[in-house]
């Protein structure tokens, strides 16, 4: 496997229309096709650190982003996702398209992955301790996510928390950061650094555009990290910052709340959780302000690396 | 009526549901129990107190006198000088029974 801005544009645009490319993104491999010209054009710019191959092997995830209908090509334009062959959403509309491929991708995982215990988190690192940042939509946790990462943080992922078992390890699967909204000005602002993708407007969530991760995050991807802290994040305009230490109780139930196969995992979901926050010191955080979340994360983790 | 109701609480048997195992997981410096119920892959967020009925339960079935009498040996404070709290027990049992822990 090669990284991706190491083959030509034209060599990855030929290959992607074909026959499809492998995508590595942590533990995972990803089979993907598309002939669609700004997929193609987002893929090149936000995976551009990642490896991929343009030879035939083995995929976890055979994946197609493809226009339904000759029809609608042209009447109200379309697009579908195929997981191995199968729709298993409705199509969106077309200029989603790069969209539907990166929820289609965190549905695969979340709905494929059960070797992990899986959390509806961003993950972030330093020190070589993990902090977890459990959240629904809209509590900011992406944002925080970019700016974090944009701060010496490295990025583990901003939807899925993946818990190995036995050592309860998190594993990293840096991606591209889903920015909604205000928080796409907001990173612009931020971070002359940011390298932000094509801006889709009008979905489920609004307006969209995704960040490319941090080169180190990518590079260093096969990199584990112990879980140190569990934050849940929610973002008050205009709110003076406070971390409050949530009970163990409180956090086990809040985190079961977050989690996407704690259930499907049983006992054993139980048993990793409760390792896992045997090992955190857990929080409420409320925040408003970028500069003051990323103070306060730098003050309690840490500094001794493990 | 309110009479028939107190006597009826009194005989009546409590007992942990049938299927399924309690697994706990329990913190030094916390009052809250988590408790995952194999019989049906649900996990509760319980006090110490709903920990301490459901263990009781689970050794044997018991009336809630009984429950009481068992309960008041094992939190016994010799400092204590405020009565059992037997509304709580009697709060507890119908909580965990709302949420199919034990039956009656």
Not at chain 1, 41 to 53: E, I, Q
Not at chain 1, 240 to 252: C, H, N, R, V, Y
Not at chain 2, 69 to 86: C, G, R, S, W
């Amino acid at each position: 496997m090669t990284r991706l801005n190491q083959i030509s544009y034209d060599n990855f645009e030929d290959a992607i229309r074909s026959s499809g490319i492998r995508l590595r993104t942590g533990p995972f491999t990803t089979n993907l096709s598309t002939k669609l010209r700004d997929v193609i054009h987002n893929l090149y710019l936000l995976y551009a650190d990642h490896t991929v191959s343009i030879e035939p092997g083995f995929s976890d995830f055979h994946l197609k982003i493809h226009q339904p209908s000759f029809f609608r090509r042209w009447y109200h334009p379309q697009v579908n996702f195929s997981f191995d062959g199968l729709t298993p959403f409705n199509p969106l509309p077309r200029p989603q398209a790069y969209a539907i491929f990166e929820w289609g991708l965190n549905w695969c995982i979340s709905n494929y992955s059960h070797q992990y215990l899986m959390l509806h988190s961003a993950v972030l690192e330093k020190n070589g301790h993990a902090v977890i940042f459990p959240g629904a939509p809209g509590a900011g946790k992406s944002t925080l996510c970019a700016a974090l990462s944009l701060s010496e943080w490295r990025l583990f992922s901003d939807e899925v928390a993946l818990i190995e078992p036995v050592s309860n390890n998190l594993v990293s699967n840096p991606r591209p950061i889903s920015l909604k909204n205000k928080s796409i000005e907001i990173i612009k602002a931020f971070s002359g650094e940011a390298i932000i993708g094509k801006t889709i407007y009008d979905t489920s969530k609004g307006t969209i555009a995704h960040m490319q991760p941090p080169v180190e995050s990518v590079h260093r991807s096969n990199e584990k990290a112990k879980p140190k802290i569990i934050a849940f994040p929610k973002f008050i305009p205009g709110a003076k910052k406070s971390l409050i230490p949530l009970t163990k109780g409180e956090a086990f139930i809040k985190l079961c709340e977050n989690a996407f196969n704690y259930s499907t995992l049983g006992l054993k979901g139980f048993d990793m959780m409760s390792e896992l926050i045997d090992q955190c010191d857990c929080y409420q955080f409320e925040y408003s302000d970028l500069n003051d979340a990323i103070d306060t994360f730098n003050s309690i983790v840490p500094q001794k690396p493990l | 009526m309110r009479k028939t109701q107190a006597y009826h609480f009194n005989t009546e048997v409590w007992s942990v549901a049938r299927v399924g195992v309690f697994h706990w997981k329990k913190w030094p410096d916390s009052d809250a129990v988590i408790l995952y119920f194999s019989g049906n892959g649900d996990t509760h967020l319980l006090t110490y107190l709903g920990y301490l009925i459901l263990e009781e339960l689970r050794k044997s079935p018991k009336t809630q006198p009984e429950l009481i009498q068992v309960l008041t040996a094992l939190i016994k404070n010799p400092d204590e000088v405020l009565p059992f709290p037997t509304e709580m027990v009697k709060a507890h049992l119908f909580h965990l029974k709302k949420i199919g822990l034990v039956v009656s």
